[in-house]
Protein backbone atom coordinates (compact mmCIF):
# COMPACT_ATOMS: atom_id res chain seq x y z
CA UNK A 1 0.00 0.00 0.00
CA UNK A 2 1.32 3.61 -0.20
CA UNK A 3 1.84 5.55 2.39
CA UNK A 4 0.18 8.51 1.83
CA UNK A 5 1.04 12.62 3.11
CA UNK A 6 -2.54 12.24 4.73
CA UNK A 7 -1.62 9.62 7.07
CA UNK A 8 1.47 10.93 7.94
CA UNK A 9 -0.09 14.24 9.07
CA UNK A 10 -2.59 11.63 10.99
CA UNK A 11 0.35 10.75 12.64
CA UNK A 12 1.77 14.09 13.38
CA UNK A 13 -1.70 15.13 14.52
CA UNK A 14 -1.26 12.78 17.70
CA UNK A 15 2.64 13.40 18.48
CA UNK A 16 3.40 15.08 22.00
CA UNK A 17 6.21 17.97 20.92
CA UNK A 18 8.96 18.72 22.86
CA UNK A 19 9.69 17.04 26.37
CA UNK A 20 7.52 14.32 27.61
CA UNK A 21 7.22 12.77 30.64
CA UNK A 22 7.72 9.11 29.85
CA UNK A 23 6.24 6.59 32.52
CA UNK A 24 8.38 5.74 35.72
CA UNK A 25 7.96 2.28 35.18
CA UNK A 26 9.67 2.00 31.76
CA UNK A 27 11.95 -0.82 31.01
CA UNK A 28 15.15 -0.40 29.73
CA UNK A 29 14.97 1.65 26.11
CA UNK A 30 16.99 -0.23 23.14
CA UNK A 31 20.51 1.92 23.61
CA UNK A 32 21.47 3.59 20.26
CA UNK A 33 24.95 4.56 18.36
CA UNK A 34 24.71 8.20 19.35
CA UNK A 35 26.81 10.51 16.56
CA UNK A 36 27.63 14.14 16.44
CA UNK A 37 28.84 16.26 13.43
CA UNK A 38 31.40 18.28 15.53
CA UNK A 39 33.22 15.07 15.68
CA UNK A 40 33.11 13.36 19.70
CA UNK A 41 30.46 13.33 22.04
CA UNK A 42 29.10 12.30 25.62
CA UNK A 43 25.61 12.43 25.00
CA UNK A 44 24.11 8.77 24.71
CA UNK A 45 20.52 7.90 22.69
CA UNK A 46 18.14 5.59 23.56
CA UNK A 47 14.58 5.27 22.49
CA UNK A 48 12.22 2.48 20.67
CA UNK A 49 8.34 1.70 20.18
CA UNK A 50 6.27 0.68 23.49
CA UNK A 51 2.55 -0.70 23.36
CA UNK A 52 2.35 -0.49 27.12
CA UNK A 53 3.64 2.44 28.25
CA UNK A 54 7.38 1.36 28.30
CA UNK A 55 7.13 -1.60 30.46
CA UNK A 56 9.01 -3.30 26.94
CA UNK A 57 10.05 -2.15 23.47
CA UNK A 58 9.24 -3.95 20.60
CA UNK A 59 10.45 -4.37 16.92
CA UNK A 60 7.22 -5.19 15.77
CA UNK A 61 3.79 -3.63 17.16
CA UNK A 62 0.40 -5.25 15.68
CA UNK A 63 -1.51 -3.36 13.40
CA UNK A 64 -4.32 -3.04 15.98
CA UNK A 65 -2.24 -2.05 19.11
CA UNK A 66 -1.55 1.89 19.83
CA UNK A 67 2.07 2.21 20.13
CA UNK A 68 3.77 5.41 20.71
CA UNK A 69 7.59 5.79 19.52
CA UNK A 70 9.87 7.19 22.16
CA UNK A 71 13.53 8.17 22.82
CA UNK A 72 15.77 9.86 25.78
CA UNK A 73 18.38 11.98 25.21
CA UNK A 74 20.76 12.29 27.94
CA UNK A 75 22.51 15.58 27.33
CA UNK A 76 26.34 15.98 27.63
CA UNK A 77 26.99 17.57 30.61
CA UNK A 78 29.52 20.56 28.34
CA UNK A 79 25.42 21.32 26.60
CA UNK A 80 23.77 20.92 29.56
CA UNK A 81 21.98 24.74 30.80
CA UNK A 82 22.54 26.06 26.69
CA UNK A 83 19.82 27.09 24.62
CA UNK A 84 19.46 23.89 21.74
CA UNK A 85 17.12 23.70 19.13
CA UNK A 86 15.38 20.26 19.16
CA UNK A 87 15.21 17.69 15.96
CA UNK A 88 13.43 14.68 14.91
CA UNK A 89 13.47 12.94 11.54
CA UNK A 90 11.25 10.08 10.73
CA UNK A 91 12.42 8.13 7.75
CA UNK A 92 9.59 5.36 6.07
CA UNK A 93 11.52 3.52 4.12
CA UNK A 94 10.31 3.21 0.08
CA UNK A 95 8.46 6.38 0.83
CA UNK A 96 11.03 9.27 2.15
CA UNK A 97 12.66 11.51 5.13
CA UNK A 98 10.62 13.31 6.67
CA UNK A 99 10.76 16.29 9.39
CA UNK A 100 8.41 17.47 12.38
CA UNK A 101 7.74 21.05 12.44
CA UNK A 102 6.49 23.16 15.19
CA UNK A 103 2.66 22.97 15.76
CA UNK A 104 2.89 18.92 14.96
CA UNK A 105 3.17 18.75 11.53
CA UNK A 106 5.12 16.64 8.67
CA UNK A 107 7.46 18.36 6.23
CA UNK A 108 9.31 16.32 3.31
CA UNK A 109 12.88 17.09 4.34
CA UNK A 110 15.57 18.89 3.31
CA UNK A 111 18.99 17.95 4.60
CA UNK A 112 20.45 20.95 3.93
CA UNK A 113 18.16 22.97 5.93
CA UNK A 114 16.81 20.95 8.79
CA UNK A 115 14.34 22.01 10.98
CA UNK A 116 14.05 22.56 14.59
CA UNK A 117 10.44 21.79 16.30
CA UNK A 118 11.54 23.41 19.65
CA UNK A 119 14.32 25.29 21.18
CA UNK A 120 14.50 24.82 24.89
CA UNK A 121 17.18 24.95 27.65
CA UNK A 122 18.40 21.64 27.97
CA UNK A 123 18.23 19.67 31.04
CA UNK A 124 20.70 16.75 31.59
CA UNK A 125 17.86 14.55 30.55
CA UNK A 126 15.20 14.62 27.73
CA UNK A 127 12.14 12.61 26.63
CA UNK A 128 10.85 12.78 22.96
CA UNK A 129 7.67 11.28 21.94
CA UNK A 130 7.93 10.78 18.86
CA UNK A 131 4.49 9.13 17.79
CA UNK A 132 1.44 9.16 20.37
CA UNK A 133 -0.68 6.27 20.02
CA UNK A 134 -0.63 5.38 16.37
CA UNK A 135 -2.75 2.84 15.41
CA UNK A 136 -1.23 0.97 12.29
CA UNK A 137 -5.00 -0.90 11.12
CA UNK A 138 -7.18 2.58 12.11
CA UNK A 139 -4.28 4.59 10.03
CA UNK A 140 -3.79 2.78 7.13
CA UNK A 141 -0.38 2.17 7.55
CA UNK A 142 0.01 -1.36 8.41
CA UNK A 143 3.03 -3.22 7.01
CA UNK A 144 5.23 0.10 6.97
CA UNK A 145 8.55 0.41 8.75
CA UNK A 146 9.20 3.96 10.97
CA UNK A 147 12.54 5.01 11.68
CA UNK A 148 13.24 8.56 13.82
CA UNK A 149 16.43 10.04 14.52
CA UNK A 150 16.36 12.66 17.58
CA UNK A 151 19.01 14.84 18.51
CA UNK A 152 20.06 19.07 19.07
CA UNK A 153 21.84 21.35 18.32
CA UNK A 154 23.06 24.24 20.47
CA UNK A 155 23.61 28.47 19.65
CA UNK A 156 22.23 27.50 16.27
CA UNK A 157 25.12 25.61 14.62
CA UNK A 158 23.89 22.96 12.80
CA UNK A 159 26.94 21.76 12.90
CA UNK A 160 26.84 21.43 16.29
CA UNK A 161 24.40 18.80 15.77
CA UNK A 162 24.44 15.75 18.04
CA UNK A 163 22.15 12.87 16.84
CA UNK A 164 21.55 8.93 16.95
CA UNK A 165 22.81 7.39 14.11
CA UNK A 166 21.10 4.20 14.04
CA UNK A 167 17.65 5.00 13.92
CA UNK A 168 14.63 4.08 17.02
CA UNK A 169 12.91 2.00 15.10
CA UNK A 170 9.84 -0.58 14.71
CA UNK A 171 7.41 -1.80 11.75
CA UNK A 172 3.68 -2.24 12.34
CA UNK A 173 2.68 -6.12 11.62
CA UNK A 174 0.05 -6.66 8.64
CA UNK A 175 -3.24 -7.47 10.15
CA UNK A 176 -3.22 -10.94 11.17
CA UNK A 177 -4.18 -13.68 8.43
CA UNK A 178 -7.84 -15.59 8.72
CA UNK A 179 -6.02 -18.79 9.45
CA UNK A 180 -4.32 -20.17 12.30
CA UNK A 181 -0.64 -19.09 12.82
CA UNK A 182 2.49 -21.28 11.85
CA UNK A 183 3.26 -24.40 14.38
CA UNK A 184 -0.91 -24.31 15.65
CA UNK A 185 -3.51 -26.07 13.62
CA UNK A 186 -7.11 -25.56 14.06
CA UNK A 187 -9.82 -27.42 16.01
CA UNK A 188 -13.16 -27.13 16.17
CA UNK A 189 -15.14 -24.94 19.04
CA UNK A 190 -14.28 -21.11 20.56
CA UNK A 191 -12.89 -20.06 23.77
CA UNK A 192 -13.13 -16.58 25.12
CA UNK A 193 -15.48 -15.54 21.82
CA UNK A 194 -12.94 -16.48 19.45
CA UNK A 195 -12.14 -19.63 17.17
CA UNK A 196 -9.50 -21.89 18.64
CA UNK A 197 -5.95 -23.05 17.38
CA UNK A 198 -3.87 -25.44 19.21
CA UNK A 199 -0.51 -25.95 20.51
CA UNK A 200 1.02 -29.38 20.97
CA UNK A 201 4.39 -31.12 21.55
CA UNK A 202 8.03 -29.61 21.05
CA UNK A 203 7.97 -26.29 18.61
CA UNK A 204 11.14 -25.24 17.54
CA UNK A 205 10.78 -22.70 14.81
CA UNK A 206 9.58 -18.69 15.69
CA UNK A 207 5.93 -18.86 16.36
CA UNK A 208 3.57 -15.14 16.45
CA UNK A 209 0.37 -16.24 17.90
CA UNK A 210 -2.38 -13.26 17.21
CA UNK A 211 -4.73 -12.29 18.86
CA UNK A 212 -7.74 -13.02 16.56
CA UNK A 213 -7.48 -16.69 17.72
CA UNK A 214 -7.93 -18.47 21.47
CA UNK A 215 -4.85 -21.81 21.86
CA UNK A 216 -5.51 -24.59 23.54
CA UNK A 217 -2.08 -26.27 25.46
CA UNK A 218 -2.42 -29.86 24.73
CA UNK A 219 -0.20 -31.69 27.02
CA UNK A 220 3.50 -30.19 27.87
CA UNK A 221 4.19 -27.41 25.10
CA UNK A 222 7.92 -27.04 24.48
CA UNK A 223 9.37 -23.85 22.97
CA UNK A 224 12.62 -23.99 22.34
CA UNK A 225 15.02 -27.16 22.78
CA UNK A 226 17.11 -27.85 25.77
CA UNK A 227 20.47 -26.89 25.50
CA UNK A 228 22.92 -23.21 25.96
CA UNK A 229 22.04 -20.76 22.93
CA UNK A 230 23.74 -17.42 22.84
CA UNK A 231 21.00 -14.64 23.20
CA UNK A 232 21.06 -13.54 19.74
CA UNK A 233 20.81 -16.94 18.68
CA UNK A 234 17.23 -18.16 20.62
CA UNK A 235 14.30 -18.91 18.40
CA UNK A 236 10.77 -17.19 19.59
CA UNK A 237 7.16 -17.02 20.70
CA UNK A 238 5.52 -13.81 19.86
CA UNK A 239 2.24 -13.55 21.85
CA UNK A 240 -0.03 -10.73 20.58
CA UNK A 241 -1.47 -8.43 23.41
CA UNK A 242 -5.21 -9.92 24.24
CA UNK A 243 -4.60 -13.15 23.12
CA UNK A 244 -6.11 -15.58 25.51
CA UNK A 245 -4.10 -19.15 25.74
CA UNK A 246 -6.08 -21.67 27.74
CA UNK A 247 -5.59 -25.61 28.86
CA UNK A 248 -7.72 -28.83 30.12
CA UNK A 249 -7.50 -30.38 33.46
CA UNK A 250 -4.10 -31.94 33.61
CA UNK A 251 -0.59 -31.37 32.68
CA UNK A 252 -1.02 -29.31 30.80
CA UNK A 253 1.94 -26.59 30.39
CA UNK A 254 3.95 -23.65 28.51
CA UNK A 255 7.27 -24.36 28.45
CA UNK A 256 10.11 -22.01 27.47
CA UNK A 257 12.76 -24.22 26.93
CA UNK A 258 17.03 -22.36 27.36
CA UNK A 259 17.21 -21.76 23.32
CA UNK A 260 13.98 -19.81 23.22
CA UNK A 261 12.80 -16.66 23.70
CA UNK A 262 8.67 -15.62 24.77
CA UNK A 263 7.74 -11.88 23.92
CA UNK A 264 4.11 -12.32 25.55
CA UNK A 265 3.40 -8.11 25.64
CA UNK A 266 0.05 -7.22 26.52
CA UNK A 267 -1.40 -3.76 27.23
CA UNK A 268 -3.25 -2.49 29.90
CA UNK A 269 -6.34 -2.26 28.02
CA UNK A 270 -4.95 -5.86 26.78
CA UNK A 271 -3.82 -8.39 28.88
CA UNK A 272 -2.70 -11.61 27.45
CA UNK A 273 -4.52 -14.16 29.66
CA UNK A 274 -3.32 -17.71 30.14
CA UNK A 275 -6.15 -19.82 32.22
CA UNK A 276 -8.24 -23.04 32.65
CA UNK A 277 -10.61 -24.16 30.60
CA UNK A 278 -13.04 -24.46 33.54
CA UNK A 279 -12.60 -20.10 32.94
CA UNK A 280 -15.45 -19.36 31.58
CA UNK A 281 -18.97 -17.19 32.84
CA UNK A 282 -20.23 -18.20 35.54
CA UNK A 283 -17.10 -20.12 36.86
CA UNK A 284 -16.32 -20.40 41.01
CA UNK A 285 -13.36 -17.78 41.06
CA UNK A 286 -12.70 -18.38 44.41
CA UNK A 287 -12.29 -21.78 44.58
CA UNK A 288 -11.33 -23.18 41.35
CA UNK A 289 -7.37 -23.36 41.17
CA UNK A 290 -4.87 -25.88 40.50
CA UNK A 291 -6.12 -26.60 37.05
CA UNK A 292 -3.38 -26.89 34.64
CA UNK A 293 0.51 -26.59 34.54
CA UNK A 294 1.24 -22.80 34.46
CA UNK A 295 4.38 -20.64 32.77
CA UNK A 296 7.74 -22.41 33.08
CA UNK A 297 10.86 -20.33 31.61
CA UNK A 298 14.15 -22.40 31.75
CA UNK A 299 17.84 -20.32 31.72
CA UNK A 300 21.21 -20.95 31.91
CA UNK A 301 21.34 -17.90 34.58
CA UNK A 302 23.80 -19.23 37.82
CA UNK A 303 22.56 -21.77 40.35
CA UNK A 304 24.07 -22.63 43.55
CA UNK A 305 23.72 -26.23 43.33
CA UNK A 306 26.82 -28.79 42.80
CA UNK A 307 26.46 -29.05 38.96
CA UNK A 308 25.20 -25.30 38.63
CA UNK A 309 22.25 -27.00 36.96
CA UNK A 310 18.80 -28.85 38.03
CA UNK A 311 15.68 -30.53 37.15
CA UNK A 312 12.90 -28.51 36.72
CA UNK A 313 9.72 -30.32 38.53
CA UNK A 314 7.07 -31.88 35.98
CA UNK A 315 9.39 -33.06 33.81
CA UNK A 316 9.60 -29.41 32.36
CA UNK A 317 13.31 -29.75 31.55
CA UNK A 318 16.97 -28.93 32.43
CA UNK A 319 17.91 -25.57 33.84
CA UNK A 320 20.87 -23.82 34.88
CA UNK A 321 24.49 -24.56 32.99
CA UNK A 322 27.30 -26.68 33.86
CA UNK A 323 29.75 -25.56 31.71
CA UNK A 324 28.53 -21.78 30.83
CA UNK A 325 26.22 -20.21 32.97
CA UNK A 326 25.15 -16.77 32.03
CA UNK A 327 24.08 -13.94 34.52
CA UNK A 328 22.33 -11.90 31.61
CA UNK A 329 20.64 -14.37 29.87
CA UNK A 330 17.95 -13.62 27.72
CA UNK A 331 14.43 -15.33 27.75
CA UNK A 332 12.50 -12.24 26.36
CA UNK A 333 9.90 -10.67 27.74
CA UNK A 334 6.01 -11.33 29.75
CA UNK A 335 4.48 -7.89 30.70
CA UNK A 336 0.62 -7.24 31.59
CA UNK A 337 -0.04 -11.38 31.38
CA UNK A 338 -2.85 -13.05 34.13
CA UNK A 339 -1.89 -16.16 35.08
CA UNK A 340 -5.07 -18.07 36.38
CA UNK A 341 -5.85 -21.37 37.68
CA UNK A 342 -2.80 -22.86 37.31
CA UNK A 343 -0.34 -25.60 39.41
CA UNK A 344 -1.22 -28.97 38.64
CA UNK A 345 -0.18 -31.38 41.70
CA UNK A 346 1.75 -34.38 39.80
CA UNK A 347 1.96 -35.55 43.02
CA UNK A 348 2.05 -34.87 46.78
CA UNK A 349 5.65 -33.42 46.19
CA UNK A 350 6.18 -32.62 42.71
CA UNK A 351 3.45 -29.66 41.45
CA UNK A 352 3.78 -27.15 39.27
CA UNK A 353 4.19 -23.77 39.89
CA UNK A 354 1.90 -21.26 38.20
CA UNK A 355 5.22 -19.29 37.27
CA UNK A 356 8.33 -20.89 37.57
CA UNK A 357 11.39 -19.15 36.36
CA UNK A 358 14.31 -21.69 36.46
CA UNK A 359 17.79 -20.23 36.24
CA UNK A 360 16.27 -17.18 34.18
CA UNK A 361 18.70 -14.73 33.60
CA UNK A 362 18.71 -10.56 34.00
CA UNK A 363 18.35 -9.70 30.18
CA UNK A 364 14.68 -11.25 30.88
CA UNK A 365 11.81 -8.27 31.53
CA UNK A 366 9.20 -9.48 33.68
CA UNK A 367 6.57 -6.52 34.32
CA UNK A 368 2.72 -6.14 35.36
CA UNK A 369 2.44 -9.94 35.70
CA UNK A 370 -1.03 -11.42 37.76
CA UNK A 371 -0.89 -14.84 39.35
CA UNK A 372 -4.20 -16.11 40.60
CA UNK A 373 -5.16 -18.93 42.37
CA UNK A 374 -2.44 -21.04 42.22
CA UNK A 375 -2.59 -24.46 43.65
CA UNK A 376 1.19 -24.47 44.39
CA UNK A 377 3.52 -21.00 44.54
CA UNK A 378 2.67 -18.25 42.61
CA UNK A 379 5.79 -17.19 41.54
CA UNK A 380 9.17 -19.33 42.30
CA UNK A 381 12.63 -18.24 41.54
CA UNK A 382 14.92 -21.04 41.07
CA UNK A 383 18.43 -19.89 41.20
CA UNK A 384 18.75 -17.10 38.20
CA UNK A 385 19.22 -13.65 38.22
CA UNK A 386 15.72 -12.32 37.04
CA UNK A 387 14.53 -8.69 37.67
CA UNK A 388 10.80 -8.20 38.11
CA UNK A 389 8.32 -5.48 38.80
CA UNK A 390 4.39 -4.97 39.94
CA UNK A 391 3.90 -8.15 40.55
CA UNK A 392 -0.05 -9.20 42.14
CA UNK A 393 -0.19 -12.63 43.68
CA UNK A 394 -3.66 -13.63 44.60
CA UNK A 395 -5.27 -16.09 46.24
CA UNK A 396 -2.50 -18.58 45.84
CA UNK A 397 -2.61 -22.39 47.83
CA UNK A 398 0.69 -22.13 48.75
CA UNK A 399 3.40 -20.22 49.07
CA UNK A 400 2.88 -16.40 46.72
CA UNK A 401 6.93 -15.41 46.35
CA UNK A 402 9.05 -18.00 46.60
CA UNK A 403 13.06 -18.26 45.60
CA UNK A 404 15.64 -20.74 46.24
CA UNK A 405 19.20 -22.46 44.89
CA UNK A 406 20.98 -18.56 44.85
CA UNK A 407 18.53 -16.52 43.82
CA UNK A 408 19.77 -12.78 43.49
CA UNK A 409 17.39 -10.57 41.80
CA UNK A 410 16.26 -7.54 42.28
CA UNK A 411 11.61 -7.01 42.91
CA UNK A 412 9.75 -3.72 43.33
CA UNK A 413 5.83 -3.41 43.80
CA UNK A 414 4.91 -6.84 44.90
CA UNK A 415 1.82 -6.68 45.99
CA UNK A 416 0.45 -10.29 47.99
CA UNK A 417 -3.54 -10.54 48.99
CA UNK A 418 -3.12 -14.23 51.13
CA UNK A 419 -6.90 -15.68 51.08
CA UNK A 420 -8.53 -19.43 51.07
CA UNK A 421 -5.61 -22.02 52.11
CA UNK A 422 -2.66 -19.74 51.19
CA UNK A 423 0.58 -20.37 52.85
CA UNK A 424 3.08 -17.66 53.56
CA UNK A 425 3.54 -14.26 51.45
CA UNK A 426 7.15 -15.13 51.29
CA UNK A 427 9.30 -18.52 51.40
CA UNK A 428 12.71 -18.50 51.04
CA UNK A 429 15.94 -21.07 50.80
CA UNK A 430 19.59 -20.60 50.24
CA UNK A 431 19.65 -24.25 49.28
CA UNK A 432 17.66 -27.10 51.61
CA UNK A 433 20.81 -29.71 50.54
CA UNK A 434 24.04 -27.29 51.67
CA UNK A 435 22.43 -24.36 53.39
CA UNK A 436 25.87 -22.17 53.11
CA UNK A 437 25.79 -22.92 48.94
CA UNK A 438 27.44 -19.96 46.79
CA UNK A 439 25.75 -17.79 45.62
CA UNK A 440 23.95 -17.31 48.08
CA UNK A 441 20.22 -16.63 47.89
CA UNK A 442 20.02 -12.77 48.60
CA UNK A 443 17.53 -10.47 46.19
CA UNK A 444 16.92 -7.10 46.71
CA UNK A 445 13.46 -6.06 47.18
CA UNK A 446 11.47 -2.69 47.53
CA UNK A 447 8.19 -1.27 48.27
CA UNK A 448 6.36 -4.87 48.87
CA UNK A 449 3.32 -5.37 50.72
CA UNK A 450 1.65 -8.57 51.90
CA UNK A 451 -1.34 -9.09 53.23
CA UNK A 452 -2.50 -11.90 55.23
CA UNK A 453 -5.91 -13.78 55.66
CA UNK A 454 -7.83 -15.44 58.96
CA UNK A 455 -8.41 -18.31 56.26
CA UNK A 456 -4.83 -19.17 55.22
CA UNK A 457 -2.82 -22.01 56.88
CA UNK A 458 -3.10 -21.84 60.93
CA UNK A 459 0.48 -22.16 60.05
CA UNK A 460 1.17 -19.56 57.72
CA UNK A 461 3.54 -16.59 57.61
CA UNK A 462 4.10 -13.52 56.31
CA UNK A 463 7.60 -14.35 55.50
CA UNK A 464 9.58 -17.43 56.11
CA UNK A 465 12.84 -17.23 55.61
CA UNK A 466 14.63 -20.37 56.29
CA UNK A 467 17.67 -23.04 54.85
CA UNK A 468 20.37 -19.54 54.62
CA UNK A 469 18.80 -17.22 52.14
CA UNK A 470 19.53 -13.83 52.90
CA UNK A 471 17.51 -10.91 51.85
CA UNK A 472 17.81 -7.49 51.31
CA UNK A 473 14.15 -6.16 52.11
CA UNK A 474 12.71 -2.30 51.94
CA UNK A 475 9.98 -0.21 52.10
CA UNK A 476 7.80 -3.58 53.08
CA UNK A 477 4.51 -3.95 54.27
CA UNK A 478 2.51 -6.67 56.53
CA UNK A 479 -1.04 -5.97 57.14
CA UNK A 480 -4.05 -8.04 57.33
CA UNK A 481 -5.02 -10.84 59.61
CA UNK A 482 -3.35 -13.59 60.45
CA UNK A 483 -4.61 -17.19 61.67
CA UNK A 484 -5.06 -17.07 65.51
CA UNK A 485 -3.24 -18.81 66.83
CA UNK A 486 -0.12 -18.46 64.64
CA UNK A 487 2.13 -21.04 65.78
CA UNK A 488 5.32 -20.96 64.04
CA UNK A 489 5.48 -16.53 63.39
CA UNK A 490 4.41 -13.86 61.65
CA UNK A 491 8.01 -14.18 60.66
CA UNK A 492 9.65 -16.47 60.85
CA UNK A 493 13.33 -17.26 60.39
CA UNK A 494 14.37 -21.03 60.77
CA UNK A 495 17.97 -22.99 60.66
CA UNK A 496 21.29 -22.37 62.11
CA UNK A 497 22.83 -21.51 58.54
CA UNK A 498 20.02 -19.04 58.13
CA UNK A 499 21.41 -17.22 61.27
CA UNK A 500 24.90 -17.78 61.32
CA UNK A 501 25.75 -16.49 57.74
CA UNK A 502 23.47 -13.04 58.98
CA UNK A 503 25.64 -12.19 62.21
CA UNK A 504 26.61 -13.78 65.39
CA UNK A 505 24.35 -11.13 67.49
CA UNK A 506 21.65 -8.88 66.92
CA UNK A 507 24.33 -6.36 67.42
CA UNK A 508 26.58 -7.32 64.93
CA UNK A 509 24.06 -8.10 62.18
CA UNK A 510 26.15 -8.01 58.76
CA UNK A 511 23.71 -6.80 56.10
CA UNK A 512 22.71 -9.86 54.38
CA UNK A 513 19.61 -10.18 56.08
CA UNK A 514 17.27 -6.92 56.46
CA UNK A 515 14.35 -5.19 56.98
CA UNK A 516 14.57 -1.67 56.45
CA UNK A 517 12.35 1.27 56.42
CA UNK A 518 9.11 -1.59 57.31
CA UNK A 519 5.82 -1.67 58.99
CA UNK A 520 4.42 -4.31 60.30
CA UNK A 521 1.22 -4.82 62.18
CA UNK A 522 1.26 -4.82 65.90
CA UNK A 523 -0.25 -8.53 65.37
CA UNK A 524 2.90 -9.46 63.67
CA UNK A 525 5.11 -7.56 65.64
CA UNK A 526 3.90 -9.95 68.83
CA UNK A 527 4.53 -13.19 66.83
CA UNK A 528 8.30 -13.28 65.58
CA UNK A 529 9.88 -16.61 65.75
CA UNK A 530 12.90 -18.06 65.27
CA UNK A 531 16.27 -17.65 67.30
CA UNK A 532 20.37 -18.74 66.61
CA UNK A 533 22.80 -16.69 67.23
CA UNK A 534 19.94 -13.77 67.56
CA UNK A 535 16.09 -14.20 68.19
CA UNK A 536 13.76 -12.81 65.23
CA UNK A 537 12.86 -10.90 67.87
CA UNK A 538 15.88 -9.09 68.33
CA UNK A 539 16.73 -8.95 64.49
CA UNK A 540 13.64 -7.11 63.49
CA UNK A 541 14.08 -4.77 66.57
CA UNK A 542 17.65 -4.10 65.26
CA UNK A 543 16.41 -3.48 61.16
CA UNK A 544 16.90 0.22 60.37
CA UNK A 545 14.20 2.90 60.12
CA UNK A 546 11.60 -0.50 60.61
CA UNK A 547 8.42 -0.34 63.08
CA UNK A 548 4.91 -1.92 63.93
CA UNK A 549 2.02 -0.34 64.34
CA UNK A 550 -1.62 0.03 62.68
CA UNK A 551 -1.29 -0.73 59.15
CA UNK A 552 -3.95 0.80 57.09
CA UNK A 553 -4.89 -0.96 53.70
CA UNK A 554 -8.17 -0.06 52.43
CA UNK A 555 -9.58 1.30 49.05
CA UNK A 556 -12.01 -0.19 47.02
CA UNK A 557 -9.85 -2.85 46.48
CA UNK A 558 -8.04 -3.47 50.49
CA UNK A 559 -4.35 -2.85 49.17
CA UNK A 560 -3.74 0.94 49.06
CA UNK A 561 -1.59 2.74 51.67
CA UNK A 562 -3.41 4.48 54.48
CA UNK A 563 -2.48 7.50 56.23
CA UNK A 564 -0.47 5.22 58.80
CA UNK A 565 1.50 2.89 56.25
CA UNK A 566 2.20 6.64 54.04
CA UNK A 567 3.86 7.98 57.08
CA UNK A 568 6.71 5.75 56.67
CA UNK A 569 9.78 7.16 55.11
CA UNK A 570 11.09 5.09 52.62
CA UNK A 571 14.72 4.39 51.60
CA UNK A 572 14.72 3.11 47.85
CA UNK A 573 17.78 1.47 46.95
CA UNK A 574 20.11 3.67 44.82
CA UNK A 575 20.32 0.90 42.03
CA UNK A 576 19.07 2.15 38.65
CA UNK A 577 16.19 -1.09 38.54
CA UNK A 578 14.91 0.64 41.18
CA UNK A 579 12.09 3.75 40.52
CA UNK A 580 12.76 6.16 43.37
CA UNK A 581 9.43 6.27 44.96
CA UNK A 582 7.74 8.00 47.82
CA UNK A 583 6.23 5.73 49.54
CA UNK A 584 6.49 2.36 51.38
CA UNK A 585 4.73 -0.91 50.28
CA UNK A 586 3.23 -1.59 46.95
CA UNK A 587 0.48 0.87 46.06
CA UNK A 588 0.79 4.60 47.87
CA UNK A 589 -2.86 5.60 46.60
CA UNK A 590 -5.82 5.10 44.04
CA UNK A 591 -4.75 7.19 41.50
CA UNK A 592 -1.05 5.21 41.67
CA UNK A 593 -2.89 2.01 41.65
CA UNK A 594 -1.27 -0.24 39.22
CA UNK A 595 -3.56 -2.76 38.91
CA UNK A 596 -6.32 -1.02 37.90
CA UNK A 597 -7.61 -2.35 34.49
CA UNK A 598 -5.57 -4.94 33.22
CA UNK A 599 -6.16 -7.43 36.28
CA UNK A 600 -8.51 -10.21 37.54
CA UNK A 601 -10.85 -9.00 40.63
CA UNK A 602 -14.10 -10.86 39.84
CA UNK A 603 -12.99 -13.05 43.13
CA UNK A 604 -13.84 -9.67 45.42
Known amino acids: MNFKRKQLSAIASGVA ?122 LGVAGNTFNAYVGYYTGGDINTLVYNSTPASFSISNPPASTCPTNTTAISGTFAGKSVCQLTGRITTNTHLTANFSYFLNGAVFFGENVDTANDAKMSLTIDAGTTIFAPEGVNTLIIDKSAKIFANGTPTKPIVMTSEQDVTGVDALNLRGTWGGLVINGRAPLNTQSGTDEGEGSTGTYGSATAPLATDDSGAVTYVQVKYAGWPITSENELNSIALQGVGSGTILDYIQVHNGADDGIEFYGGTVNAKHLLLTGNDDDALDWTTGYVGKLQNILVEQTSSGDNCIEADNLGSNPIATPRSIPTISNLTCIGSTTQKSNGHAFELKAGTGMHMYNSVIGGTFPTPVNEGCIRIAGDETFSQSGASAATLNGTLIMENSLISTACAADLQGSGTFTATEWYAAQTNSTSGTVDLGGTTGWINGTAVNAVTPNVPSDSFFDQVDYIGAIKDAASDWTTGWTFTGYK
Open 17 to 138: LGIATMAATAADQPALTTASLAGTTTTTITGGATINNGASYLTTVPAADAVDLVATINVASADVGKSASMVVVVEVPGVGMFNMLSGGTFATLDAANIQAFETKTLSATETITVFNDVVGET
